[in-house]
C-alpha cells in the first residue's frame, strides 16, 4: 500500500514536471516568431561602415530626415550654411604633409552643437 502511494506521488510530480517543460517549450516558440519593430533609423546603422558622425549628419541626416537634422543643430539648412559662409574663412586651415585639414563645415557643425549643448544645461 505505500509502495503504490509513492509510485502515485512519483507519477504526479513527472507529469507537473512535463507539463512545466512543455509550457516553457511553447511559450519560447511564440517568443522566437514574434515580430520585432525597427527601434534603429536606417541612418544610424550605416554607422558601422566606416563612415564618422560629422558625415552621417553633413550628407546621410541631412537628405533623409530634415526635422532630425534641424533639431540636431536648432537650425535649419538654410540659417546652418549662412552661419558657416560667415565664419568660413577664419576657421579655415590649409592640409599639411602629415594630415588633412579639418573642413570648416565640420569644425562649425561641431562648435555649434557643443555650444547647444551648453546653452541646453543652463
Same mark, same amino acid.
Given at each position: #500500500?505505500?509502495?503504490k502511494n509513492i509510485e502515485t506521488a512519483l507519477l504526479g510530480c513527472a507529469i507537473?514536471?512535463?507539463m512545466a517543460i512543455y509550457f516553457?517549450?511553447?511559450k519560447k516558440a511564440t517568443?522566437?516568431?514574434?515580430v520585432r519593430? #525597427?527601434?534603429c533609423r536606417n541612418w544610424l546603422r550605416r554607422r558601422e561602415e566606416g563612415k564618422g558622425i560629422l558625415s552621417l549628419l553633413n550628407c546621410e541626416l541631412k537628405s533623409e530626415d530634415a526635422s532630425a537634422y534641424n533639431n540636431f543643430l536648432r537650425l535649419c539648412e538654410k540659417q546652418t550654411e549662412y552661419l558657416l559662409t560667415l565664419i568660413n574663412d577664419d576657421i579655415k586651415t590649409q592640409d599639411t604633409i602629415l594630415r588633412?585639414?579639418?573642413p570648416a563645415r565640420d569644425k562649425s557643425v561641431a562648435k555649434l552643437y557643443?555650444?547647444?549643448?551648453?546653452?541646453?544645461?543652463?
Open positions: #500500500m505505500e509502495n507537473v514536471n512535463l516553457v517549450i511553447k517568443y522566437k516568431t514574434r519593430k #525597427m527601434w588633412d585639414a579639418i557643443f555650444l547647444l549643448k551648453l546653452l541646453d544645461n543652463l
